[in-house]
């Protein structure tokens, strides 16, 4: 007869019946079927065949649920824009009329139609109109949510939208990584004068740092955003107090910003439909991961296909995550955005799962998470579905039934 554990050992709690897909190995789901997970103090405890377990079900823990469906990691959304004020449905009207997104930004439109939201939103405002789109997101299987500043563009507004990202994080019980996006676009104060604003960009950095506010630091590296010199001096000022970096990269040409990621160690390069074949051998050789955004190719109907064939072939990591924002991606479903990688993208629903899982928490530069292994987190999600395919086929539906962040159900 197997001991009862004493009431210490015992778990916090165990699912048992669901199939699993732990993605625990470079390859496959890492199929379990009539599976069973615990998780004690926030980690998983134990992961495997319900048979397998090492006693009486309901002495091993605190709290055991019956399931079936299927259990993944809790998904990560590791590149959003989903604090903002407004929308900016009316642009998407007058891009279906003929303008471009450049031909909107140009002309004051764009990121800097939500810049004046955002500035004339208080902090309250915005957590309230941010709180529902992180809910879906939540609802849909996120645990892990990356949110990037970049509407506010002065130390004041970038400063209320990183506080918002992390009133986010606790009010939903989930862990909110935050991006410094300051150097997004040139806000009107700085007119013709891109260097002086890159200065105030730099000077903004470890203030805001200093406040616990920053976990990473990006920048738009494009025509119609900064230039690669411009963008090394942020990385620089990365640099200098350790924060990792990630850039918007050659989204609509290639400006060679997937290569300056890899140049300074970066945790990935983001949109890269651009890229060019040397900046893929050097992210391969940086471990840089390459985050794909399907929703912002969808929205601007955009035909330039990021080199999969090239990531695959030279092994660089793909993500895939929602880039939600108010002007090329409102998105609001990371599940949505793996469908869209699998139709436009030709990735394999296993490739979109890995890239909203276990690669994602690479891009953000997290290794406890994004698998189903003892020792992570406790970061899953429950599924009504027949096999884990169906998450990068379905559009839309409600295929959620539950998300545990930290072996806490949070929705
Ligand atoms: O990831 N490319 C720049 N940044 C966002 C869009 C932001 C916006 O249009 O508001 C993106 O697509
Ligand atoms: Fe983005």
Request: charged content about 25%; some cysteine; overall charge negative.
């Amino acid at each position: 007869m197997t001991p009862v554990p004493d009431v210490d050992s015992r778990w916090d709690g165990l699912i048992v019946g669901p199939s699993l897909a732990t993605l625990d190995d470079t390859r496959g789901y890492g199929e379990v079927t009539d599976g069973a997970i615990a998780w004690k103090d926030g980690r998983l405890a134990w992961v495997g065949a319900r048979v397998q377990l090492p006693g009486d079900e309901d002495s091993l823990a605190d709290q055991v649920i019956e399931a079936d469906g299927w259990i993944t990691p809790g998904l990560v959304d590791c590149h959003t824009h989903l604090v903002f004020a407004g929308d900016r449905a009316r642009e998407f009207e007058m891009r279906l009329e003929g303008a471009s997104y450049e031909d909107i930004a140009r002309s004051g439109g764009g990121i800097l139609s939500s810049v004046r939201a955002v500035r004339a939103a208080s902090e309250d405002d915005l957590l309230r109109e941010s709180l529902p789109r992180a809910r879906a997101l939540v609802a849909d299987g996120v645990s892990t949510l990356e949110i990037k500043s970049g509407y506010g563009l002065d130390l004041d507004n970038e400063r209320k939208m990183l506080r918002v990202a992390r009133r986010l994080g606790e009010v939903l019980g989930i862990e909110v990584r935050t991006t410094y996006l300051a150097a997004h676009a040139l806000p009107p104060e700085f007119s013709g004068d891109a260097e002086a604003y890159i200065d105030a960009v730099v000077e903004w950095l470890p203030v805001l740092h200093g406040e616990g506010l920053v976990d990473a630091v990006d920048a738009f590296c494009e025509g119609i955003g900064f230039t690669p010199a411009q963008t090394r001096r942020v990385f620089e000022a990365a640099r200098l107090l350790d924060l990792p970096v990630k850039l918007h990269a050659d989204q609509l040409s290639d400006l060679g910003g997937a290569g300056l990621v890899a140049a300074f160690a970066g945790l990935s390069a983001d949109h890269v439909e651009y890229s060019s074949a040397e900046s893929v051998a050097a992210m391969a050789a940086s471990g840089v991961v390459a985050v794909l955004l399907p929703g912002a190719f969808h929205v601007l109907r955009e035909t330039k296909l990021p080199p999969l064939e090239a990531f695959r072939q030279q092994g660089v990591a793909m993500a895939v995550a929602t880039d939600c924002n108010p002007g090329t991606a409102p998105l609001l479903s990371l599940r949505q955005a793996m469908q869209l990688a699998c139709t436009h993208f030709r990735l394999t629903p296993e490739e979109a799962l890995r890239g909203a899982t276990v690669n994602a928490a690479h891009a953000l530069g997290l290794h406890d998470r994004g698998v189903l292994r003892v020792g992570a987190r406790a970061d899953f999600a429950l599924w009504d579905i027949r096999h884990p395919s169906e998450l990068g086929y379905w559009l839309g539906g409600r295929l959620c039934r539950g998300v545990y962040a930290g072996g806490r159900f949070i929705g």
